[in-house]
């Protein structure tokens, strides 16, 4: 299994930062089980959030893996999420949750108040082991309706993220549609 906990320890950019704005845009915006100052609503562009990664230790096992989130480079898209005010110590148990597939990556944070912060985000690219890419919404949501794993039934990582995007009164398309699929099975 992927296990990217040692590039993410090399990738400290903001180590001596006494604290490090986070992103989340999955299960970080509604199981956020970590340390942190603050937090807000807030916004990345040129991202859209996708059921494209594989979860093979939360949401499923290695051999029945479970589909989670990740980002898909869209342009003029807006992805809303949570942002967390951290201090580095945090991204130690951050590192070992996302471990299976995602790479902490800078990106600039939009706030509602209109000011905007760097920050990091934890992002499964096309090109690691466990990304599994599109497929028809039916069969995506098949899949999280039979998958689960250490963390508990993918379902519920679809529902809960649904239902929090709904009270950040965000709509998005993809996750909705998901959702509606998963609840007609
Ligand atoms: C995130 O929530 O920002 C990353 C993906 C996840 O942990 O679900």
Redesign the pocket.
């Given at each position: 299994m992927i296990d990217t906990t040692a590039i993410n320890q090399q990738r400290n950019q903001f180590a001596q930062h006494a604290d490090i704005w986070l992103?989340?845009?999955?299960?970080?915006?509604w199981k956020a089980d970590f340390a942190y100052l603050e937090s807000r609503s807030a916004y990345i562009t040129g991202w859209e959030r996708r059921f494209w990664q594989g979860s093979h230790d939360h949401r499923g096992t290695p051999e029945a893996p479970g589909r989670?989130?990740?980002l898909t480079p869209v342009a003029g898209a807006i992805c809303h999420?949570m942002a967390y005010r951290i201090t580095p110590e945090t991204l130690a148990p951050l590192d070992h949750?996302?471990k299976n597939g995602?790479l902490r990556e800078i990106t600039s944070m939009h706030f509602t108040d209109g000011s905007e912060a760097q920050g990091l985000?934890?992002m499964a690219t096309d090109d690691n082991p466990a990304f599994l890419g599109p497929a028809p919404l039916e069969a995506m949501a098949q899949q999280i309706a039979r998958a689960e794993g250490p963390s508990g039934p993918n379902r519920d990582?679809l529902m809960n993220l649904a239902s929090a995007l709904r009270e950040l009164q965000v709509d998005d398309a993809h996750i909705f549609a998901l959702e509606e699929q998963l609840q007609r099975l």
């Open positions: 992103f989340g845009y999955g299960s970080l915006i989670v989130v990740t999420g949750r996302e995602y985000v934890y990582y």
